[in-house]
């Protein structure tokens, strides 16, 4: 059984199916990268993977455990546990500006480890310490160490993307999602992101990339995934895909993107 | 009469004006929040109920309010009325949650889904999403709504007159009509300035110290 496995995810907003009988399946260790035109459904995928939608029909697991299944209910308590087996890092980066690039880090494992636990005074500082110094190693992986104690709103939207990366890694996901991390940077800062989502991957990250930067899914990913209309419409390794695309589709997408650069 | 007597004697009515705004506000911004809940309630009847409401209380002026709160209940029941003070009390607290409850519901429909959605995907709970990262941002954009309508407060509380709670214009008119002078009311202008002075300048404050960052 792969590490992920996900089977026959299927979503509709109202009469829109947006995503149909969509499976496939990643190893450990390994980076997919999801590609597509607009409207292909990318984005709601991630979301259904991270239970900010409910697929309405479908499973997936995790390491052999499985997280969702359209047949069954959730709790909000289970949903909690269940999604922490994924991260999500958002277009918008979504980082909370009124914290600092520290806290942004850090506030959500500190929630998760103390609030509403009775905890003696020493033994939370204890924890609080020892989140405190996994934050700063992060934001140190991610670049930014010197920028623990600013507030996103003085941050470049490429360092804004690599805090929101650190906060993503802070509870440690088995799998990293990125929603097109870099469509909302100007071009001079998508490179020091994609430097970052590279290094991840010589530390052996399992990762799945929805993006538009054909050069980086060429270059890093282990295995590529074209999304058309909701289905999955080819995959393969990067060399399959964009060296020799079986589907007309495909090729026309391709040859589409080229164009545009 | 001296201006020592009169000013003995506003400040009286000016203790009143203080009091009503005091409780009104201690009282309208918790209650505002909950009214809040309430017109953004899942629930349907729950939600057309409270926004209903809302309606009617804005919808009307608040002098009206106040005379419906202290003779409605007598002319209608049949019950004794309620002391004066605590018919205007009762009158501006509904009126202020009301008015602070649409406050509060712009703040916090102006936070980004995103703001939730980061909350969600690190795993917080429904509750921490709200204390912790939402009702925070809602606090500094809704500052300055707020204190415009603090500062109309100062002035509405004049109108508890209508059922003849001694507040500072009614001590001023009390003044105007026994002594035959006009000059206490010019003066019980100044009590006015200088409250919503004060509160001007502590509410830059606090607008102040909330812009440490920008969204
Ligand atoms: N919450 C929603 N309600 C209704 N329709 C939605 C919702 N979210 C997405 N859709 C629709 O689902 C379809 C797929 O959207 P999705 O965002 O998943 O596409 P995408 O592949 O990520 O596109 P893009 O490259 O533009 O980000 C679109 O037609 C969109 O309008
Ligand atoms: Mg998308």
Redesign the pocket.
């Known amino acids: 059984m792969a590490f992920l496995e996900v089977n026959g995810i299927q979503k509709s907003?109202?009469k829109?199916e947006?995503l149909k009988n969509v499976g496939f399946s990643m190893e450990k260790g390994e980076v997919l990268a999801i590609i597509?035109?607009?409207?292909?459904?990318?984005?709601?995928?991630l979301?259904c993977l991270n239970f900010l939608?409910r697929a309405d029909s479908g499973s997936f697991s995790v390491d052999g455990e499985e997280l969702f299944n359209a047949e069954k209910t959730y709790t909000d308590k289970e949903k909690r546990e269940k999604r922490l087996r994924f991260g999500l890092v958002f277009q918008q980066f979504n980082l909370f500006p009124q914290y600092t690039v520290l806290k942004n880090v850090s506030l959500a494992r500190e929630l998760l480890e103390t609030d509403g636990k009775k905890l003696a005074k020493d033994e939370k500082r204890r924890i609080f310490k020892e989140i405190e110094d996994n934050s700063r190693q992060l934001l140190a992986t991610v670049g930014l160490a010197e920028k623990a104690g600013d507030y996103p709103c003085n941050l470049s939207g490429g360092q804004q993307q690599r805090v929101a990366i650190a906060r993503a890694l802070a509870l440690s996901p088995d799998i990293l999602c990125f929603?097109?991390p870099t469509s909302a940077l100007d071009p001079e800062l998508t490179g020091e992101v994609l430097r970052v989502i590279r290094e991840l991957k010589s530390t052996d990250r399992t990762m799945i990339v929805?993006t538009?930067e054909m050069n980086f899914a060429r270059g890093v990913a282990d295995k590529v995934i074209f999304?058309a209309n909701?289905v999955i419409e080819e995959e393969g390794t990067p060399d399959e895909v964009f060296g020799n695309p079986k589907s007309p589709r495909t090729k026309a997408f391709l040859e589409k993107s080229l164009e545009n650069i | 009469m001296s201006f020592l007597e009169v000013t003995a004697q506003l400040a009286n009515g000016f203790l009143t004006t203080l009091l009503i705004f005091g409780i009104t506000l201690v009282c309208s911004l918790p209650l505002g929040l909950l009214i809040t809940f309430g017109s953004m309630s899942k629930i349907p009847p729950i939600k057309w109920l409270v926004k209903t409401f809302v309606w009617i209380i804005r919808g009307t002026p608040l002098m009206l309010q106040i005379i419906i709160v202290f003779y409605g209940p007598g002319l209608i029941f049949g019950w004794d009325s309620l002391p004066r003070l605590a018919a205007v009390l009762v009158a501006f607290v509904i009126n202020y949650s009301c008015y602070f409850s649409e406050i509060y519901r712009g703040g916090i429909e102006s936070i980004p889904k995103g703001q939730y959605e980061a909350g969600q995907v690190l795993g917080m709970t429904k509750k921490q999403i709200f204390f912790k990262i939402v009702l925070f941002q809602v606090i500094k954009r809704i500052v300055p709504p707020m204190g415009n309508e603090i500062i109309t407060l100062v002035k509405d509380t004049s109108l508890a007159r209508v059922i003849m709670v001694v507040e500072l214009v009614q001590a001023a008119q009390q003044i105007v009509a026994q002594k035959a002078i006009i000059w206490p009311m010019f003066y019980i202008g100044a009590f006015y300035l200088l409250f919503s002075g004060l509160l001007t300048i502590l509410l830059n404050r606090v607008e102040k110290k909330l812009n440490y960052y920008h969204s």
């Open positions: 907003f109202g829109n947006v597509g035109s607009s409207g292909s459904g990318k984005t709601t995928l979301r939608e929603d097109e929805v538009h999304m909701g």
